[in-house]
DNA sequence: GAGTTAATCGGAGAGTTCTCCGGTTACGAG
DNA sequence: CTCGTAACCGGAGAACTCTCCGATTAACTC
C-alpha cells in the first residue's frame, strides 16, 4: 500500500502518532526560532532537523517541502485573518457594502502581510506552484462575490486575480524600500483601484 | 583590484576578449537547445557548462546567476517588444490615445509572455530581488506616464504597479491551465481593468 | 616576435533541497 | 502482556546552485 503524503489538511485533523505529532510540534518552535534568529531567507531545513533532533527526512514527510514549512508557520494568523473577513465584524466582515468591504480587506491583506513579511517574502520565493492554492483561493472566491454584488454582469473571477495581484510581499517590499512609498500610500493606492473597478460603467 | 562583476548592461557593449564573447555565444546557444529539449525547469547549468565545454564556474562569471542566463536568452525578444511600445506603430506605439495605449501594451505584454512561457515561469521561479528591475522599471515607467496624461493628480506610479502586477506567467498559466480562462477572457479582463482605471473620477 | 599583465578558465568543494529505504516503534487486536 | 503491522525514523546520497583560486591565455606594448 502507497504511502500517503499525509500533508494535513487545514481544518481535517488526519489521525497522527504521537510520535510524529510530537516532532510535527518540536520542529515547528525550531523553525519558528531559528527565523527569529536569523531570517527566514536563512532557513535551512537540515539545520531545523539537527536543532530538533531529528533525521532530515521526518521534516520532509511531515511537511513536504520547504514551502510546505512556511506555511504551517503562517496558517495561525491565517485561520484568523480568514475568520475576520467572513465572520468578523464590518467593514471586514459582512454587513458593510461590497466596496468598502473590499477596500478593507485589501488593507487587512497589506497589515498581514507585514506581519510576516519575512515569511511571505520567502514563500514567494520557493514559487512552486502552489502560490494560487489554499488562502488564494479563499481569497479569490470572497473577492469575487463582492465584486459581483457590486458590479453584476463583469468577469469578477478575473477582477479578483487582477485585485489581489497587487498585494505580494515581493512588490510591496520594493514599493517602500526602493520606492521610498509608505503603507498608507499604499493603502490610499489600493483604495482607489478597488474604487475603481467597483464603480465602473462600461 | 577588485574583479567587476562584467554583467554587461544591455545597449552599452563592454570591451570583452574574444574568448569570453565566443564562450558567452556557446553557453547561449546550448542553453536555448537544452530548454527547447527538456524545459526551462529542467535546466541545470552544470549540464550547459558540460555541453558547452567549458567550465562551470565560465558559466557564472558570465550571467551572475541562473536567472541571468535566462534573462540572456529574453534578451532579444525583450528589446522588439520595448521599441514596439516606444516607437512602434499606434495603437502600442505613440499616436493613440493613453487609454488605449495601456490597453495594447497590456495586451502585448500577454502575448510576449506566451511567447517564452518555459522562460518567464522559471524566472519568476527564481526570484531574486531582481525582479522589479530592468524591464520592468521600463514598463512602469511607460505605463506611469501614460496613466498621468489619462488621470492627473492619481498615484500614477502605484496604479503602473497594480496593472502590471496581474500580467505575469504564473498567474496567466494558472488562470487558462486550472480556471479554463482563454487568452481572450483575460485580455478582456485586462481592457475592463484598464478603462476603470483610467476613466475614473474619485 | 617576446614580454607583461590582467582577464579568463575550469574544476574542486561548500552548502542546499529533496529522495530513498532498511531498521525501528507505536498501538490496536487478541 | 504479546504480537503483527503500518507508520515512522534517520541518515546516506543524488542533484543542484554558486564560490574560490591557481593555472592559463588573450591582447597590448615595445
Redesign the interface.
Known amino acids: 500500500m502507497p504511502v500517503r503524503p499525509s500533508l494535513p489538511v487545514a481544518g481535517q485533523p488526519q489521525p497522527e502518532r504521537a510520535d510524529a505529532a510530537r516532532n510535527r510540534q518540536k520542529i515547528i518552535e525550531v523553525a519558528a526560532r531559528l527565523i527569529d534568529e536569523k531570517g527566514a531567507e536563512q532557513l535551512s531545513l537540515d539545520e531545523v532537523a539537527r536543532a530538533a533532533g531529528v533525521g532530515v527526512g521526518t521534516v520532509y514527510r511531515r511537511f513536504g517541502d520547504r514551502c510546505g514549512l512556511l506555511r504551517a508557520l503562517i496558517d495561525e494568523h491565517e485561520r484568523r485573518f480568514q475568520a475576520a473577513f467572513m465572520n468578523g465584524p464590518p467593514p471586514l466582515g459582512p454587513g458593510a457594502p461590497p466596496a468598502q468591504r473590499i477596500t478593507a480587506f485589501l488593507h487587512g491583506l497589506v497589515d498581514r502581510i507585514d506581519q510576516q513579511q519575512a515569511l511571505f517574502l520567502a514563500l514567494?520565493?520557493?514559487?512552486?506552484?502552489a502560490?494560487?492554492g489554499g488562502p488564494y483561493r479563499v481569497y479569490r472566491v470572497h473577492l469575487a462575490t463582492l465584486i459581483a454584488q457590486a458590479r453584476p454582469g463583469?468577469?469578477a473571477?478575473?477582477?479578483a486575480?487582477?485585485l489581489l495581484?497587487?498585494v505580494?510581499a515581493?512588490?510591496l517590499c520594493?514599493?517602500r524600500d526602493?520606492?521610498g512609498?509608505t503603507t498608507e500610500?499604499?493603502k490610499?493606492?489600493?483604495t482607489?483601484?478597488a474604487?475603481?473597478?467597483t464603480?465602473?460603467h462600461?
Open positions: 514567494e520565493k520557493g514559487g512552486s506552484g502560490r494560487y463583469a468577469d473571477g478575473f477582477l486575480d487582477a495581484a497587487p505580494n515581493n512588490l520594493h514599493q526602493e520606492r512609498m500610500d499604499i490610499n493606492g489600493l482607489d483601484l474604487t475603481a473597478v464603480s465602473h462600461p
